[in-house]
């Protein structure tokens, strides 16, 4: 089993910067993939930014430029450096990870962190 857990989020000015962060804990062999989700009051979730393993990344067409991810593999973690914050912005923010578990990473499974609050007021 493997849990995500992420952490700084928070209410802001416009134009502020918030930095995420997410780690993962438990049986993790290796996580080819990150992403960052979002999720706001009526919509739908939608994808922010994702890094694959292979060293892709992709961004929303609203956030390039504003929104940098980057993951650190020796601490299973991934960050989300959030600049220029719009109120358009305010939603729960959930990290996403498909990672490998096993002696030799056999098992592939999807898991979803809990969520952090982000509200940008103008």
């Known amino acids: 089993q493997v849990q995500l857990v992420e952490s700084g989020g928070g209410s802001v000015q416009a134009g502020d910067s918030l930095r995420l962060s997410c780690v993962a804990s438990g049986s993790i062999f290796s996580i080819d993939t990150w992403g960052w989700f979002r999720q706001a009051p009526g919509k739908q979730r939608e994808l922010v930014a994702g890094d694959t393993s292979r060293g892709s990344v992709n961004y929303a067409e609203s956030v390039k430029g504003r929104f940098t991810i980057s993951r650190d593999d020796a601490k299973n973690m991934v960050y989300l450096q959030m600049r220029s914050l719009r109120p358009e912005d305010t939603g729960v923010y959930y990290c996403?990870?498909?990672?490998?578990?096993?002696?030799?990473?056999?098992?592939?499974?999807?898991?979803w962190g809990q969520g952090t609050q982000v509200t940008v007021s103008s």
């Open positions: 996403h990870a498909d990672v490998r578990s096993g002696a030799g990473g056999e098992y592939d499974y999807d898991y």
